[in-house]
């Protein structure tokens, strides 16, 4: 049932645009840093977010993941404009290719994975946003997708993702007409789960990741996936992967732990076996 992600091997710490730092609770915080440029995407930036979930995805001490923009102004503020602006209609193809690749690399990591939005998420900033499970936002955030302003469409995947996750109505209106929204307007759709005041955001969105981490993670990854396949079928279809997901936890260690810490009230203590 689980998509395998691509293996590689490779030193976090050489990363030049995305830091990472794991915390004792095994929440790796995630920053994408190029200050110069509001932490636009290019090619590299794409990249490295790629190679870091890879390996994040498969490091046991890892139980979570939150990404975030280095700095208040912005989350990630899109692609980069400039690098973007002679690209030949081939060259743009494979750019988009790209980026959905790098964001269904995300959108796979078998753990949770929390955008924390600390202030311009646009173009494809929001599409990075989208494709993370879950999103935590400033109330001083401004997201959108303005690609239409520069004769443009979403090209990572944002013309499908904003769909699924709010309606094709929101993603109509957003996509067609370019405008920036609150970040209180994207809660109201749907687009963000919670919003909290400026300057805590990574540290909410840590917090949940921390309150997901506590609880089973076999079953975590299992609803994760669940949820993703679901989401490409009809619900016949997923109501049937769901049935085989909840059988298989019967054969883990972490169910039987799970049960008896309820029947005992006591907290259990998950293996993620």
């Given at each position: 049932?689980?998509?395998?992600?691509?293996?590689?091997?490779?030193?976090?710490?050489?990363?030049?645009?995305?830091?990472?730092?794991?915390?004792?609770?095994?929440?790796?915080?995630?920053?994408?840093?190029?200050?110069?440029?509001?932490?636009?995407?290019?090619?590299e930036v794409l990249s490295e977010i790629r190679?870091?979930?890879?390996?994040?995805?498969?490091?046991?001490?890892?139980?979570?993941?939150?990404?975030?923009?280095?700095?208040?102004?912005?989350?990630?503020?899109?692609?980069?404009?400039?690098?973007?602006?002679?690209?030949?209609?081939?060259?743009?193809?494979?750019?988009?290719?790209?980026?959905?690749?790098?964001?269904?690399?995300?959108?796979?990591?078998?753990?949770?994975?929390?955008?924390?939005?600390?202030?311009?998420?646009?173009?494809?900033?929001?599409?990075?946003?989208?494709?993370?499970?879950?999103?935590?936002?400033?109330?001083?955030?401004?997201?959108?997708?303005?690609?239409?302003?520069?004769?443009?469409?979403?090209g990572f995947g944002g013309t499908q993702r904003?769909?699924?996750?709010?309606?094709?109505?929101?993603?109509?209106?957003?996509?067609?007409?370019?405008?920036?929204?609150?970040?209180?307007?994207?809660?109201r759709v749907g687009v963000v789960n919670r919003?909290?005041?400026?300057?805590?955001?990574?540290?909410?969105?840590?917090?949940?990741?921390?309150?997901?981490?506590?609880?089973?993670?076999?079953?975590?990854?299992?609803?994760?996936?669940?949820?993703?396949?679901?989401?490409?079928?009809?619900?016949?279809?997923?109501?049937?992967?769901?049935?085989?997901?909840?059988?298989?936890?019967?054969?883990?260690?972490?169910?039987?732990?799970?049960?008896?810490?309820?029947?005992?009230?006591?907290?259990?203590?998950?293996?993620?076996?």
């Amino acid at each position: 049932m689980t998509e395998t992600l691509p293996q590689e091997s490779d030193d976090l710490s050489d990363l030049e645009h995305v830091l990472v730092d794991v915390d004792e609770d095994g929440i790796a915080l995630v920053t994408i840093s190029r200050p110069e440029a509001l932490n636009a995407l290019n090619e590299e930036v794409l990249s490295e977010i790629r190679e870091a979930v890879i390996e994040l995805a498969v490091d046991q001490d890892v139980r979570g993941l939150v990404i975030t923009g280095a700095g208040e102004k912005a989350f990630v503020a899109g692609a980069d404009i400039a690098a973007m602006a002679d690209l030949t209609p081939r060259e743009a193809r494979e750019m988009s290719h790209d980026g959905q690749d790098c964001f269904s690399v995300l959108e796979a990591c078998p753990k949770p994975v929390i955008a924390a939005i600390n202030g311009f998420a646009l173009g494809g900033g929001l599409e990075l946003a989208l494709a993370c499970h879950l999103r935590v936002a400033s109330e001083s955030a401004q997201m959108g997708l303005p690609e239409v302003t520069l004769g443009l469409i979403p090209g990572f995947g944002g013309t499908q993702r904003l769909s699924r996750i709010a309606s094709p109505a929101i993603a109509r209106e957003w996509i067609l007409t370019g405008d920036m929204v609150s970040a209180a307007e994207a809660h109201r759709v749907g687009v963000v789960n919670r919003v909290v005041a400026p300057g805590v955001v990574v540290e909410e969105a840590k917090k949940l990741a921390k309150t997901i981490a506590s609880r089973g993670p076999v079953a975590v990854q299992a609803a994760l996936e669940v949820i993703r396949m679901g989401l490409e079928m009809g619900q016949a279809a997923g109501e049937s992967c769901e049935a085989d997901a909840f059988g298989m936890m019967f054969s883990t260690e972490d169910m039987r732990e799970g049960t008896k810490a309820f029947l005992a009230k006591r907290s259990p203590e998950f293996q993620g076996r």
